[in-house]
């Protein structure tokens, strides 16, 4: 059985969300929980995914093997549609996650104030210019997927959340925020969420 583990609403939760669409089933482990998280990962991050006494650690690559390893409608297997699937992957999580990042950065290492501000809204409008990036692509189709949403959907659906720790404003288009919506209904990211508050 797989060990996955997580910090409450972090991109450990789009982890949960997949384990919980391929049907596996997992033990939850808040990082908050282990003495020295470090010794599961060393960069001390979450998501970390213990398979049978090997720990996997960076979210995109946890999600691939998972993907690979279980029958799913998420990775298609087509050459061309599997690298725009895992380019779309890519894009959520080593563009739009650092993104993200950067405001979580300033916010936390920086004394309140204009500079602060002032920084914070800078690294807000790129954050929005990504999801305007988003919002040309869903002009076409109603995920980043295609017509079935993927991971890519699902990681995006779990950082939109991280927008109202920042007192400045993200924008986030209606076909993004319609997206999210279907994304966050699911009842695979519903259960992933219910299943963190239990375990908090
Ligand atoms: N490149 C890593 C980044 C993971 C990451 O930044 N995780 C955040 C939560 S979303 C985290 O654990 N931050 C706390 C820390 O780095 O100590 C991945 O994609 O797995």
């Not at 384990?19 to 020295?36: I, N, T």
């Not at 890519?90 to 602060?116: C, E, I, R, W």
């Amino acid at each position: 059985m797989y060990k996955l583990y997580f910090s409450p609403g972090a991109c450990s939760l789009a982890v949960q969300v997949v384990l919980r669409e391929l049907g596996q089933p997992f033990e939850l482990v808040h990082k908050a929980s282990v003495a020295d998280y470090q010794q599961i990962n060393a960069v001390g991050a979450v998501p970390a995914l213990e398979v049978d006494g090997t720990v996997l650690t960076e979210g995109a690559a946890i999600m691939l093997y998972l993907l690979d390893k279980h029958a799913n409608d998420l990775l298609p297997a087509e050459a061309s549609a599997r690298q725009q699937a895992i380019q779309q992957l890519m894009f959520a999580n080593a563009t739009v996650h650092p993104a993200y990042s950067k405001l979580f950065f300033l916010n936390n290492q920086l004394a309140d104030g204009a500079v602060k501000q002032q920084l914070l809204q800078v690294a807000a409008a790129q954050v929005s210019k990504l999801w305007q990036l988003v919002e040309t692509r869903l002009q076409s189709q109603p995920y980043l997927g295609g017509q079935h949403y993927s991971v890519a959907d699902i990681l995006l659906a779990v950082y939109a959340g991280w927008g109202r720790f920042f007192a400045v404003a993200i924008e986030i288009g209606p076909r993004g925020q319609a997206m999210i919506d279907k994304v966050r209904a699911l009842p695979a990211y519903q259960a992933a969420v219910a299943a963190e508050q239990q375990a908090a």
